[in-house]
Structures are given as structure tokens and as C-alpha cells.
């Protein structure tokens, strides 16, 4: 996430946190053990279009991005702004009796700068983005914390990530791909920008130092949130102030080649508008791909923000994940 870029544009690090077992890495998706019920969030019909979820609920008048479903898709993760983009919180709804609740302040969230909520595929880690205090000394930069399921079915106490991870800059937009490998954003020094794309492997319980994941996906400008394919064949990833940006900030594809990856394209225009396009996400069983946009809705002119999803504020979107493959395959 890039909170401190989208402001602009609109108006002694803790002790390691337990890692995951690498036995059994979490990930973004499992495609090939979907769940015997669909989730909430599985549509009825093709999405090959862009589609609001939750409008009117989840996608308001509000500034609402970067979703983070539990496992079971029965429990949604998602931020909620203010308007002049000053805070940022960690909302969350349930699924019960066949529809969404109204979402809430999450029990860990309120008090400080929090964002980018994730939730490991095997449903036993949170990770997220603050700017809370460490050992009880104030932040100015974000980190990456991360929770534990407890024996009661909730989340214990965030605690810091820690080095190599955490940084003296910030750190945004956690995602894990199979292998327990964790994909981030920072600004940390030595980038070819402002803010790069990095990677840190998982190797004996612990995470290594992360590697940028160089030329190809990071640029002079920023490459901030990127959404790994559990296999890592894929990145999407959001960047700001490229030649071909479209409106503060679009999505683009990378896939890995060779030990590498290639040059990232930009994704077509159902994706990107003149709109900020950030937090792309896949969903837990793999089969939609999800993402937030500031587009308007037609006959809502500039400086105008009736109470509606829309508006242009930052709404949430899903669509078929095939359309994304069917990208990939004619790259």
C-alpha cells in the first residue's frame, strides 16, 4: 500500500514473530482443493468484466480496498479510509445466513495507521501494515506485524515482523506464495526508485534477506503491492508514475521466466482507468482475481461525491481469474 502517495496525489525493531511452518507454507490459492460448498464470493455467471462486490455493503461511498478473505471466503478482511486519505483502518464482515454482515472495526485495529490485511491460506496467520510503536517507541514508517490463531478461534497479539524484513522505510502489501516466500513492497535504501518490489525466501524457520526483484518489475518509479501466484509463475503488482500510467497509479503483469521475469505489461482497460488502480488479490480457492479502482460511475462529474459506490473513492472489484490467464497466455 502507498497511503503517504495517494494524500499527496489527492488533496529498534522487535524481536522476529514465529514464522509459518515451511511443512506447510501458506499461500494465495489452492485451485486444486477448492472447497466442497462454493464461498460467498463465488458468482453465479462468468465474470469476464469487472463487477463491484459488495456494493452498497462492502463497496460504499467510502474508500474501501485491498480484501483479505479467510480460507473458507466466509470472512472478509478489507480498508476503510477517510476521505482526505489522512487514516486508514482494518475493517471486517462475516457471512451469516447467506449474507454479508455489516462490516466492523477490527478487534486489532483503531488506533493507529493499519492496512494491507492478509490472511494465509492455511488460515493460522494474519499479516498486516502499521505504523504502531515497537518496544514502545514510536513509528513513523510502516511494518509488516503479524498475528496468530489461538486456541479460542482468534487472533493473538500483533508483533513485529522484524529484520530483514522490516526496514528504517516503509513496508507495504504482504503475500505469500507456496513456498513460504514473501513478497513485499518497500522503499528501503538501494532500489532502483523511490519504492521496489522485493522477495524473501523461507528457509530454516526463517525469512531471509529480501531480494529485489529487479529491472524488470521495478522501475525510476514506484512499484508498491504485488499479488505472487502461490506457484510463483505470476506477478501482478500495482506501480505509480511509469510513461503509461493512466491515472496516479495501474496494475501490471510480470511472469517468471527463466529465473527471472519479464518486462511487466500493463493490463488492459478493464482493469486500468484514469483511476487509481491498486491491491490486486487472488481469491483463497483461486478462481477470481480481485482488485480496488477510484473509476466513476457515468454521470458523476469530477468533485462530486454523492454516497454511493462510484464515486470516485475506492471501491472493490472481482473478476474470473481466466481473464487474467487468457492475459498471460497472449503475452
Known sequence: MFWVLIAIQLCVIAAP????????PPDLANPANPAATPPPYAATRPLTEPELFGNGLISTGEFESHPGFTPDGRTLYFVRSTPNFTDWKIYVTHYQDGAWTSPILAAFSGKYRDADPYVTSDGKHLYF???????????????????DLNDQGGWGAPRNLGAPVNSSGNEWYP????????????????GHGKTDMYRSAFANGAFTEPMNLGPSINTAADEYEGCIAPDESFLVFMASGRPDDKGGGDLYLSRSVDGGWSPAKALDQRFNR???????????????FFFSSMRRAEGIQPGERPNRAQNGLGDIYQIDIQVINEIKAND
Do not use: H
Open 129 to 147: 501494515i502499521s505504523d504502531r510503536p515497537v518496544s514502545d517507541q514510536p513509528k513513523e514508517d510502516m511494518d509488516i506485524w503479524i498475528m
Open 17 to 24: 514473530a514465529t514464522r509459518p511452518n515451511p511443512a506447510n
Open 274 to 288: 484514469r483511476g487509481l488502480e491498486i491491491s490486486p488479490y487472488l481469491s483463497p480457492d483461486g478462481r477470481y
Open 175 to 190: 503475500k505469500l506464495s507456496a513456498s513460504g516466500a514473501l513478497y513485499f513492497g518497500s522503499d528501503r535504501p538501494g
